[in-house]
């Protein structure tokens, strides 16, 4: 079986623990930058160039895209998919889950509970907004932001008129968000494999954040879910058709609240705080997933006509 793991980095914690796992298996295994791919376009035929050479068909990919680099990662993905390769976060779902306001509205679309949110360009009136979404306390946040970077919690209706004035001013699209009080600064993150969950911890702010997020300085410990919350991160990750993924909920008085689904979500957190090998349970599903074979060594193969619409 071939592998290609498409990180920018090999060092990161994330790739080292999927390159030992699939190397573990035996498998013929290669990070692959997806930054320096190149990709030829001909009629009825698909390449990928990499650094300079023409890069073999793998069986499969496991794609590990940065944020800022949706969419020439997306284009990645989907060209391998094209060439009938295996990828454990396809592109579509990879750039559906990378738009906050598209992925809740896909979630709210399959009945999947979340905070009330309200979303409006920047010639809307901050009353009204702040109106619908409830009342202060508010948490606003930039659909461009990641890792908790460009969300703010906002305590009173004129600390917010003014925030939201503020950002509309610099014509930056916001979400506006009811805050959950007694969830107090923790979350609960899911790791979804294959339509099972196979392991959660949970996230708790540092003192005086609101944001649980571990780069922002908060904690992780493991956290068994509840029968609730186990369906309600299976069906956030079959709605955003995400084969791995991270189902980040918070606890309220009405039950979990899906806030976001992570399409390449890190090991290190949940490995770390679990003692549960998720890289090996990632290697389990591209084994049930894919049959390897094809010619050693290929290097072109025709465009499958069933993936023209992927």
Same mark, same amino acid.
């Given at each position: ?15 080292? !623990? ?7 298996? +035996?498998?013929?295994?290669?990070? #692959?930058?997806? /930054? ?10 698909? =390449? ?6 023409? /890069? &073999?068909?793998?069986?499969?990919? #496991? &794609? ?27 592109? $579509?779902? $990879? ?19 979340? &905070? ?5 360009? @920047? ?24 890792? +908790? ?23 930056? @699209?916001?979400? %506006? ?11 609960? !993150?899911?790791?979804?494999?294959? +339509? *099972? ?10 003192? +005086? ?32 058709? $995400? ?14 609240? =899906?806030?976001? %689904? ?8 949940? *490995? ?11 290697? *389990?599903?591209?084994?049930?997933? =894919?049959? &390897?074979?094809?010619? *050693? ?14």
């Amino acid at each position: 079986m071939r592998i290609y793991i498409l990180s920018r980095n090999k060092e990161l914690y994330s790739t080292k !623990r999927l390159f030992e796992e699939a190397t573990a298996k +035996g498998w013929e295994v290669r990070v #692959i930058d997806y /930054l320096k791919c190149t990709i030829e376009i001909m009629k009825g035929e698909l =390449v990928v160039n990499y650094q300079g050479k023409v /890069l &073999p068909i793998p069986d499969a990919i #496991i &794609p590990r895209i940065g944020a800022s680099r949706t969419f020439y990662g997306a284009a990645m993905v989907r060209h391998f998919e094209m060439l009938d390769v295996f990828s454990t976060t396809g592109n $579509l779902a $990879l750039t559906r889950s990378r738009d906050k306001l598209r992925s809740l509205q896909v979630l709210s679309k399959n009945d999947v509970d979340m &905070p009330r949110t309200v979303f409006a360009s @920047n010639k809307s009136n901050a009353k009204d907004v702040i109106e619908l979404s409830g009342g202060a306390p508010l948490v606003l946040k930039i659909l461009e932001g990641t890792q +908790g970077v460009g969300v703010v919690l906002v305590d009173s209706e004129k600390a917010a008129k003014s925030v939201l004035d503020a950002f509309y001013g610099m014509d930056v @699209n916001l979400l %506006v968000q009811e805050y959950i009080e007694e969830a107090g600064g923790a979350d609960i !993150r899911a790791f979804v494999v294959n +339509g *099972e969950v196979v392991g959660a911890m949970k996230r708790q702010g540092a003192e +005086g954040d609101f944001r649980s997020n571990l780069h922002q300085g908060g904690s992780a410990t493991a956290y068994k879910l509840n029968r609730k919350e186990k369906a309600t991160a299976i069906a956030a990750a079959r709605a955003m058709g $995400l084969g791995v993924c991270g189902v980040d909920m918070i606890p309220s008085a009405r039950g979990p609240l =899906v806030m976001e %689904v992570n399409s390449s979500p890190g090991l290190e957190g949940i *490995e770390k705080s679990t003692s549960i090998n998720i890289a090996a349970k990632i290697m *389990e599903f591209i084994e049930k997933s =894919v049959r &390897p074979g094809g010619p *050693e060594n290929l290097q072109k193969r025709k465009i499958k006509k069933d993936n023209i619409g992927a």
